[in-house]
């Protein structure tokens, strides 16, 4: 594992100083989780540091996808760490989807395991679907997360990954329906190692969204704040991508 | 052009975790067409031993030449279709078609204790058991206290003597009450635990959910003891599951403090204790080779080897597992094992182990570049004895050593057998595949090609012919023989390879031929779209006009996408010939395309034609067309272009507007407009061509404003980026 990560590194790593040097006087920062205080621990990303300075986490639990005996019925596969009192002061427990048609035994097994979290101890703020919703599927998407607003305690809030293009191309009376539903959006910058050059163009769409929304980055990879971020009354901060550092 | 699609989180672990989360195939990928490769890429794989691959890929390789499995490549998702893929290169998960699969035994489970349960004269008011609430892939000992185990309990009940009625029944109560959580205080415990049994079988099994519920509420040292009572029991159930529980017991309780609060193993957790957790697992083993928790107790060893650091021996356990065991006494599924094999065991490898498999696969891993462990020769030459049994798998590691660390082609060829054998299993792909690249390494282009057409008929392996077409098409276009890729007796079938090959490198007239003669639909319209785009954007107006009369007044909408290298949704059809410029969406008109040309023709430098070409790229979205994008160094399409001389840029027509000192007062004021907003909104050139300086946007900007001002674009054109 470590042999990958060293390499995807060094290759991201190049792409971001080739942009930065020839296609704009901005300076580019390299993402240094040390500078933050919430974080996404993925599967098979080892301990770091500054897990200590979190104050906020988004843990990977699962996966649901279709299985091969059965293409119509996804199943929910665990991913990531197992149940355990964490001491940041929000935990959010993070379910990747690759089908929105779950069976009544994923919203059970899934309640049933952020529960368990709950009963540790910990300090559950909600849960985070990550699905890849390409505009075709974005009305599918809503309906899938309004009926899973209803599923879900509600002292418990909805957080949603969100893609770049939403905001440029995506049904914006879609995104308007998001309004209540989802608490919070975090918006990817990145793809692969680097930021997406064009992030600038895309950023003021997406505060123009009117939902809460944090900016995802990449550890190790580049970012620059545009100015107007801090000035945008939905800008709720950064959540930070870990990678294995070895 | 659309961006590639940005997958949430998805894209990180496709990328560069590789295994964990490969269930499904819809995290983004995108190929890359070469056969050179020595760094790991895990969307491109190929099916020959390399480094470049993912090292799953080379084990099941492996693994395939040794029968132990069969290469089946999933069919390509209609996901992959829109990423550009064909068969080869392939991404790792496209080998993985056995996905974890869901668990039986909840059902069959369930059915057996209703079964028993009416033979007690006993009913349940919940099917619900703490070990049924996690999920698949979860990790807990408690995952066992379920259906199917606490069927089994009490079908001992029902089968064992000397038991009275009443003891059945409070017994399995006991039982059936446990199945409700994992954890009890000793109190709770006691009170779960049927207090007036008589007979002496009875006490034993009370003795048993005593310490079974010791086990499962941590409390490992009086779970050992109370599962050591019952070593000498004459229930021959109780004395088997009891010896296996003593094992599971020491194994959890040596782990207990090995990883830290977030899942990771510690660095320095204590080691000492799994010595005694592999006795005790031997112990049961020999006791019972082929006993009901054989199966299990052979997949505990294999964590207590992880968990220990034991390399030699886990290396030793997944080649059994994967080669010898069968799937009667495997552990798990092969792709359960092998992905578990990369992550517990080819990951952290730091030299070689017993196991000629996992060894041979992770040379090939530290053969890449920039590793702070990189194989050395000494290293790989030590590995001799272990290879005795194997010498061609041994002579294969030397040369491709030779190969991508030491950059020696010619070494390499010495290595590697000269004569072609008449079947090819995927070591002997890999030799003669290396031995290909090799020669072209080696400049030998002639007889690298004589090699990849002598083994075409005799690749019978999946996703071996692929590999060949492959090979031979780059072979063909580097050496100048682009044509022979489109002959009509050609090998060639790929049809990725041969579009990649005519958006990129053909010349007219080849493209002219394949509008005639392409394999399908898709290339002739292909064909025919190139020709005209590539006309356009190299200022051959003449031939532009010559060509485009073949094309009927209204093209076929037929949308074309991969085929011209875009992705996903993205694509064009033949009717952008049939443009017409009528929108004037910014209120500058222009007339078709093919009046455009016209005027470019007869003069290249005309400011109408030169704005309205940029109008016809800006509307139809060709900024930054694929078919532009120049292949990198050594991958298909990479070579001379069949069209020669720059490319169009809106960005160069809009100056060589502002600087022509005849043009029209709106054409020049529309110029300006134009390429001041080539930089809009994030101050990027969009537009193509030569970067200008931040300083000659402003004069540009203040030009429109000052001379220009009361032109609408003037009027309407706030800032500059």
Request: glycine share 12%.
């Given at each position: 594992m470590t042999t990958r990560f060293r390499w995807r590194m060094i290759a991201g790593g190049l792409i971001g100083l080739l942009m930065a040097g020839f296609s704009s006087g901005m300076t580019w920062a390299a993402v240094d989780a040390r500078e933050h205080d919430a974080f996404w621990l993925w599967t098979g990303v080892a301990t770091q540091p500054v897990l200590d300075q979190a104050r906020t986490l988004y843990v990977l639990q699962g996966q649901i996808s279709a299985t091969r005996r059965d293409r119509q019925t996804p199943a929910l596969i665990a991913q990531g760490m197992s149940v355990t009192r964490l001491p940041q002061r929000e935990v959010w427990i993070v379910y990747r989807a690759h089908s929105l048609r779950w069976p009544e035994s994923i919203y059970k097994q899934l309640l049933g395991q952020v529960q368990r979290w709950r009963d540790t101890g910990t300090a559950v703020a909600g849960v985070q679907i990550d699905f890849d919703a390409r505009t075709l599927y974005l009305q599918e998407y809503v309906v899938f997360l309004k009926d899973l607003r209803q599923r879900l305690p509600p002292e418990l809030k909805l957080s949603i990954t969100g893609l770049m293009d939403w905001s440029s191309n995506a049904d914006s009376r879609a995104i308007g329906e998001l309004k209540g539903v989802v608490d919070e959006v975090v918006v990817q910058t990145y793809q692969g190692r680097h930021s997406i050059p064009d992030y600038a163009a895309y950023l003021p769409r997406i505060s123009r969204l009117g939902l809460p929304f944090k900016i995802g980055l990449v550890q190790g990879g580049e970012w620059q704040a545009p100015r107007y971020l801090q000035d945008s009354p939905w800008f709720r901060g950064y959540v930070v991508f870990l990678l294995n550092q070895k | 052009m659309r961006i590639r699609s940005l997958t949430p989180l998805a894209l990180i672990i496709g990328a560069t975790m590789g295994g964990q989360a490969q269930a499904s195939s819809d995290d983004s990928c995108y190929p890359n067409w070469s056969l050179l490769r020595d760094s790991l890429d895990v969307c491109n794989n190929l099916p020959f031993l390399t480094p470049g691959n993912d090292s799953r890929v080379n084990l099941r390789l492996l693994l395939a030449d040794q029968k132990a499995l069969t290469l089946q490549p999933n069919a390509l998702t209609e996901q992959e279709l829109a990423e550009g893929y064909g068969a080869v290169p392939f991404a790792a998960f496209r080998l993985a078609n056995e996905e974890i699969e869901g668990d039986e035994s909840e059902e069959s489970g369930a059915a057996a204790m209703a079964d028993l349960l009416g033979k007690l004269g006993l009913s349940r008011d919940s099917n619900d058991t703490a070990g049924q609430a996690f999920l698949q892939g979860e990790g807990s000992r408690c995952r066992s206290n379920r259906d199917e185990s606490a069927a089994d309990f009490i079908g001992q009940l029902l089968d064992t003597a000397g038991l009275s009625a009443t003891e059945r029944q409070s017994l399995a109560r006991a039982r059936l009450q446990l199945l409700d959580a994992c954890t009890w205080e000793a109190d709770k415990q006691a009170s779960l635990l049927p207090p007036d049994v008589q007979s002496s079988e009875a006490k034993a099994f009370v003795a048993y959910l005593r310490a079974a519920s010791d086990f499962y509420s941590g409390r490992f040292s009086d779970a050992e003891t109370g599962f050591n009572t019952l070593a000498e029991s004459t229930q021959p159930w109780l004395k088997e599951t009891a010896l296996y529980m003593v094992a599971r017991t020491r194994l959890n309780a040596a782990q207990q403090d090995a990883f830290d609060e977030y899942g990771s193993l510690k660095e320095d957790h204590d080691r000492t204790a799994y010595a005694g957790v592999g006795q005790a697992i031997e112990r049961y083993l020999s006791a019972y080779?082929?006993?009901?928790?054989s199966r299990s107790a052979t997949g505990l060893l294999r964590r207590v080897h992880w968990l220990a650091g034991d390399t030699d021996k886990l290396a030793a356990d997944y080649a059994w597992q994967l080669t010898e065991a069968g799937d009667a006494r495997a552990s798990a599924p092969p792709e359960a094992l092998i992905q578990e094999a990369d992550n517990k065991l080819l990951t952290a490898l730091t030299g070689a182990t017993p196991s000629p498999l996992m060894t041979a696969t992770h040379d090939l891993m530290i053969?890449?570049?920039?590793?702070?462990n990189r194989l050395t020769r000494e290293q790989l030459d030590g590995q001799k004895a272990l290879f005795a049994a194997q010498p061609a798998m041994f002579d294969y590691l030397q040369a491709a050593f030779a190969f991508y660390v030491d950059k020696n082609p010619a070494e390499a060829l010495k290595r590697l057998p000269n004569d072609v054998p008449e079947k090819l299993d995927y070591l002997a792909f890999s030799q003669q595949t290396l031995r290909g690249l090799a020669l072209e390494d080696g400049n030998d282009l002639p007889a690298a090609q004589a090699l990849w057409l002598k083994l075409l008929p005799l690749a019978?392996?999946?996703?071996q012919r692929e590999q060949l077409e492959l090979a031979l098409a780059m072979n063909y276009e580097r050496s100048g023989q682009l044509t022979k890729v489109f002959a009509?007796?050609?090998?060639?079938?790929?049809a990725q390879v041969r579009l990649i090959l005519l958006g990129k490198v053909a010349d007219a007239p080849l493209l002219r031929q394949q509008i005639g003669q392409g394999i399908s639909d898709t290339e002739k319209s292909t064909a025919q779209f190139v020709l005209l785009y590539k006309e356009l954007l190299h200022s051959q107006y003449a031939a532009f006009a010559d060509d485009v009369k073949a094309l009927p007044d209204t093209p076929a909408d037929t949308k074309l996408g991969t085929s011209l290298?875009?992705?996903?949704d993205a694509g064009q059809t033949l009717q952008l010939f049939r443009w017409n410029g009528a929108k004037a969406e910014s209120g500058y008109a222009c007339p078709s395309i093919g009046e455009i040309a016209a005027a470019l023709q007869v003069n290249a430098k005309d400011a109408k034609g030169l704005n309205c070409l940029g109008e016809f790229i800006l509307r139809n979205g060709l900024d930054g067309m694929p078919l532009d994008q120049k292949p990198d160094a050594?991958?298909?399409?990479?070579?001379?272009?069949g069209f020669k001389g720059a490319v169009f840029s809106r960005l160069n027509g809009y100056q060589t507007v502002i600087a022509d000192s005849k043009a029209a007062r709106d054409d020049k004021a529309y110029a300006l407009f134009r390429a001041i907003n080539c930089y809009a909104p994030s101050g990027y050139n969009s537009c193509g061509g030569k970067d200008v300086a931040p300083a000659v946007r402003k004069g540009w900007f203040k030009q429109l404003k000052t001379s220009y001002g009361a032109t609408n674009w003037g009027k309407s054109l706030q800032y500059y980026w």
């Open positions: - | 080779p082929d006993g009901r928790y053969m890449r570049p920039h590793l702070p019978q392996q999946p996703l009509s007796d050609s090998p060639i079938t790929s290298g875009y992705v996903y050594g991958d298909l399409g990479s070579s001379e272009p």
